[in-house]
């Protein structure tokens, strides 16, 4: 039986390591490549399709170029409901004061899951493929979404942002896999129950909460 990992990379994602994960994407001049960043984002659905059809995604789900190993700046977002987002050349303007953490998973790196803290809104700018310039606001699982895309766009992933001394869990004892997002006073009592996996080791303790991409 493949690990997720090992799944993942049967799928074609690009594994931690890679040297195209670690630095940022170049971003696209549009409308001159709109038919690159066509091409990309082609390329970013079938994969997506793809990972869908093995493991679910009850919180949504996206993918960034580098992770199918193109260093372009682009990244497709699926929500809960089916809502596709392509985000070209995109990048956060704002954020509130506000946030929040929730483990996230990442595809590059599925065997785990990390905690990870974020705004619960940000605003971002960003392009469509024919060069239309938007900025739009994203509020809690959807802000979420959107800035873990973002962070591969700049070279970064989760464990970057993780709290000092606090360990990933290993997705065998993870247990949030088809459960929606927490916020608000639910949020506060799924952060409260995953107290015990936040400064222990991988494996010390039991999952809450989500995968992300």
């Known amino acids: 039986m493949p690990t997720p990992s090992q799944r993942m990379i049967e799928l074609g994602i690009a594994q931690e390591g890679a040297a195209v994960l670690a630095r940022p994407a170049t971003t696209f001049t549009l409308p001159a490549e709109t038919p690159e960043a066509r091409q990309v984002v082609a390329r970013l659905r079938a994969t997506m399709s793809r ?42 303007v704002g954020q509130s004061p506000e946030s929040d953490e929730q483990f996230e998973g990442c595809l590059s790196f599925f065997d785990v899951r990390g905690l990870v803290r974020r705004p619960t809104r940000i605003e971002v700018a960003h392009q469509d493929v024919d060069g239309r310039s938007v900025v739009a606001a994203f509020r809690d699982g959807l802000a979420r979404l959107v800035a873990h895309e973002i962070d591969h766009l700049e070279g ?17 004892v993870y247990r949030g896999t088809g459960s929606d997002w927490s916020y608000g006073a639910a949020g506060r009592a799924a952060d409260q129950r995953a107290g015990d996996c936040r400064a222990g080791p991988a494996g010390s303790g039991p999952g809450s909460a989500p995968a992300i991409q």
Not at 64 to 78: K, L, S
């Open 156 to 172: 970064r992933l989760y464990r970057e942002r993780m709290p000092p001394g606090v360990e990933v869990i290993p997705v065998s």
């Open 51 to 92: 990972v869908a059809s093995v493991h679910p995604f009850a919180k949504g789900m996206g993918l960034a170029a580098p992770q199918i190993g193109v260093g372009r700046a682009v990244a497709v977002v699926r929500t809960p409901d089916g809502t596709e987002l392509v985000l070209v050349n995109p990048r956060v």
